[in-house]
């Protein structure tokens, strides 16, 4: 009889597939779901806000006359994004304003929270950045091919993130949710005065408009690929382990290789 | 069978958009959750002003100017007397200065001429989310007030204008930190000329450091005053009375 093999000895026998395990703090969970809400908000009451003059420039200023990258003047009869998506659904830059000028700062301070807490618990370190060898090519692109058949981690592998979700959870913690909040500031007259060099950065407030903008559409894109993935990865098990912390391992596959 | 199902799932997202979307509306109108949404601008306001003091608005090169400036809002005033003033280059004009104040004023344009001026490359931020870049001369609305004096319980500067917007009088405040801001000033030149009716003729305010709808335009009478609360609608401003819009427009 051969004994099995024992990597852990001082802690309790390696999770298998089928296991229940603890998967995500509660700080992590609370903080989806303020996100779930909060971010709907500033998306339904930002495209209204977008819809009070549809067209985006680069540079410090940017008016009518002035050249657009983007304009959707002609879409919808000026009011391109149509209320079923905006908040209020009846046009209202006053009122979009209201929410989105409130529920901005319940992002700010669920993100200020959060990353403080990923730096210090070690989160961020242990679980969200990226190991060297993972960047590799070779293992991207095994895991990209992977992903695109739809193949995802089993058994023990499934409790830390592969390396497309650590690049995808990380870009929105320090690169797209930072740089929202941030290109929003560079917008205000008084923030401007206040941290000049913010505006500098973006290149001006209009350019700070446009960047807002993009971040809001890649934060989307993320939403988007996030939803299809919780729903393909099983999405019981997903959601419940974002509410109660717990997650069963998937089992692994027969046809695995 | 897969068919209806699929029907299903269709009826059921659109059930469910339907409820979030006249719930969202819903909570939209209710008074309890406006009154929530908006006290956010009381904190919004507090950490601005801790996190930019006395900073000024940056002052931009007439290389950076913006080729041509919109009008916006009021662009014709259509009062009789402001018509025959503009039609005179507003001699005989005068900016009535008042209401919590050891002398009241009335300053003629050659007056306001005549005090030192102040000449500043800004950018004016609509509310709407365009920008454009002009450049204001006139005197600072601090020294306009010091010369009037205040009394101790002044609190907030009111801007009357001449203009009329959907029936009702155009109107604007702000309190006594921006009004003693060294960039707040009453602009009668635009751009090396002098403002044009569509840019707020005779005088126009520049609070450089809030949104466009603060920068009233055709100012008549300044007033000063201890609370915002017995005029009009009571919030301090046309767009904060008859469009909720915030008073605070810093952001």
Known sequence: ?257 | MIVSRRRLIGMGAGAAGGLLLSGCDRLNESPAVRDGLASAEGLTMRSQRLLMGDALAREFTEAEMSPTFRVNGSARVEDSAYRRLLANQFAGWTLQVGGLVHRPLALSLDALKAMPQRTQITRHDCVEGWSAIGKWQGPQLGAVLGAAGLLPNARYVVFHCADVLDGKPYYESIDLIDAFHPQTILAWRMNDVPLSEGHGAPIRLRVERQLGYKHAKFVMRIEVTQSLAALYGGKGGHWEDYRGYQWYAGI
């Open chain 1, 1 to 257: 009889m051969s004994l099995p093999p024992a990597p852990h000895q001082d802690e309790a026998p390696a999770p298998r597939a089928g296991d229940l395990v603890k998967r995500h703090a509660l700080v992590t969970r609370l903080w989806h779901w303020l996100n779930a809400i909060t971010l709907a908000v500033m998306l339904m009451s930002g495209l209204m806000i977008f819809n009070a003059h549809p067209r985006l420039y680069w540079g410090h200023y940017g008016a009518n006359s002035d050249p657009a990258w983007l304009d959707l003047e002609k879409v919808n009869g000026g009011i391109p994004f149509p209320g079923w998506i905006t908040l209020p659904s009846h046009y209202s830059l006053a009122d979009a304003r209201l929410w989105h000028l409130a529920f901005a700062w319940a992002l700010v301070l669920g993100l200020l929270g959060y990353l403080g807490w990923a730096l210090v618990s070690g989160h961020l370190r242990r679980n969200l950045a990226p190991k060297l060898g993972e960047l590799a090519p070779a293992h991207l692109w095994h895991d990209l091919k992977q992903h695109a058949r739809l193949r995802f981690p089993t058994g023990a592998a499934a409790l830390s993130y592969n390396v497309l979700q650590k690049l995808a959870y990380g870009a929105v913690l320090v690169v797209l949710l930072p740089g929202i909040v941030l290109t929003g500031l560079a917008m205000s007259p008084a923030m401007d005065a206040a941290w000049p060099w913010l505006v500098d950065l973006c290149g001006g407030r209009q350019a700070a408009r446009s960047l807002h903008f993009l971040c809001a559409g890649a934060l989307v894109l993320f939403f988007l690929v996030h939803i299809a993935m919780v729903l393909l990865a099983g999405p019981i098990n997903e959601v419940r382990s974002m509410l109660t912390g717990r997650y069963r391992l998937p089992p692994d596959r027969k046809d695995a290789p």
